[in-house]
């Protein structure tokens, strides 16, 4: 259920029967999206940062140690619809964590992978960019399958690379 806050009304919202709703200071959220849902709380994740207009996280079905996504915190669904300001925000956490997990990980090197639609293989209509650590050899295909992660390893590499945070 997609919803426009009171800051500014868009009339591409108005479909009655669209999920899109407000919540608190986030002017667009879906009740469908998992990714909305982990921006409410409503459903957990290991969270790695914070800010007004981002989250960053572990993905949970890894495809290398260190794998994180960064999200706006507005539900919008791909790299046609979000705004230039908060795709900005948005590369600038990317940005941030990418250097964190460079610096905690060591990995031989990191891609940045952001599907747009079905032929991209995008599996969740909430734009968001993966920060993916690669090691020489280790053969990850950028359509890796969705392979559930040891939370407990997920957990702990979150940890790791959360102390490193500049403050
Ligand atoms: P994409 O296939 O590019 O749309 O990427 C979506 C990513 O979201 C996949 O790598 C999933 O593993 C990841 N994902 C889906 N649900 C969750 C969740 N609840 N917590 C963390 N990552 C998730």
Known sequence: MISAGAAGHDSRLTDHESPITNYGDIMRTDSE???CKIVTGDVP???LYEDDQTIAFMD????NEGHTLVIPKEHWEDVY???PELLAATVQ???KIARVVNQTLNPDGINLVQANGKGAAQSVQHFHMHILPRRVGDEVKLNWGLHPGDMDAVKDVCE???RNLPV
């Open 33 to 35: 999206c998992i990714f």
């Open 45 to 47: 994740c290991f969270k």
């Open 60 to 63: 949970i079905n890894p495809a």
């Open 81 to 83: 619809a979000i705004s």
């Open 93 to 95: 956490t990317v940005q």
């Open 160 to 162: 790791r690379v959360k």
